[in-house]
């Protein structure tokens, strides 16, 4: 796992970032609040100066979004299918 000396809250926050991509990689920002965290992954290596994710960043990526398959994000008793008896 990639460790990083930075906050849980700006794990999240970056880790959101990084999710916004076009398919090539590109990482667009919406705000100047993004901005700011966009240099800061930057500074990390996550981002390259041309503002493409980098090998180290889609890690960081996977390892804070991403859940193994078969994990559920809802809390609770999970919906029963229609038509399920």
Do not use: C
């Not at 930057?42 to 100066?49: A, I, K, P, T, W």
């Amino acid at each position: 796992m990639i460790r990083i000396d930075m906050t849980s809250f700006e794990e999240v926050a970056i880790a959101n970032l990084l999710g916004h991509r076009f398919g090539d990689g590109l990482i667009y920002v919406r705000s100047r609040d993004e901005r700011r965290l966009l240099k800061r992954a930057m500074r990390l290596g996550f981002v390259d100066e041309g503002g493409y994710l980098t090998a180290l960043g889609k890690r960081f990526w996977q390892q804070r979004i991403h859940r193994p398959q078969g994990i559920s994000r809802m809390q609770g008793p999970q919906p029963v299918p229609v038509g399920y008896n």
